[in-house]
């Protein structure tokens, strides 16, 4: 099944300022973790500013369970949680979706999604928790606006894998 996710960003406004229009293309690994009871992570997607205000970009986790279900697992996503996540109604469109296997994960998020960023330095921050797993938030800081064909990236050690991400006019 092949599913297509537009991204908003939902949450704490950022002050806006004209910058050159870019895109973010995100790469999030999620890696192949060898055990007996595998479950697909749930993974919040968040920027932090110079403010240190957030916003979500992205959260997975089992939008299909009945009755909401899968929404009460999302507190185990903490860091996400504590930061933007307790203040989103869920779900959130254009925000959540479903839960993503192991290998490198896509996303790109155009300059309207963006909603214009003020020039500072920024985090990118990608947390994913696991049911009986464990949980790993992975922070990739960037300055606003980048160069054109910049990159910024980190990696994680067990939960994640490689985080990128790619800039672009």
């Keep these: 099944m092949h599913v297509t996710y537009r991204l908003a960003l939902a949450g704490t406004a950022f002050a806006a300022t004209p910058v050159a229009a ?30 240190k205000k957030t916003r979500t970009l992205s959260v997975w986790y089992d939008v299909d369970n009945a009755k909401g279900e ?7 996503v903490r860091q996400w949680w504590r930061a933007s996540g307790r203040s989103l109604t869920l779900p959130a ?6 839960t993503r296997g192991p290998g490198p994960q896509k996303l790109s998020l155009t300059p309207r999604q963006l909603g214009g960023l003020a020039p500072g330095q920024y985090t990118l921050l990608v947390e994913a ?14 300055a606003w606006p980048p160069r ?10 067990t939960e994640l894998g490689t985080v990128t991400a790619s800039f672009r006019r």
Excluded at 93 to 98: C, E, I, Q
């Design 22 to 51: 870019q895109t973010v293309d995100l790469t999030v690994t999620i890696p192949r973790v060898a055990v007996a009871e595998y479950h697909k992570p749930y993974v919040g997607i968040w920027l932090e500013g110079p403010d």
């Design 70 to 76: 899968g929404e009460k697992w999302l507190v185990d």
């Design 93 to 98: 469109d254009g925000v959540s979706g479903a």
């Design 129 to 142: 928790a696991r049911e009986v797993g464990g949980r790993e938030v992975v922070r990739v800081p960037f």
């Design 148 to 157: 054109p064909g910049q990159t910024a990236s980190a990696a994680g050690k």
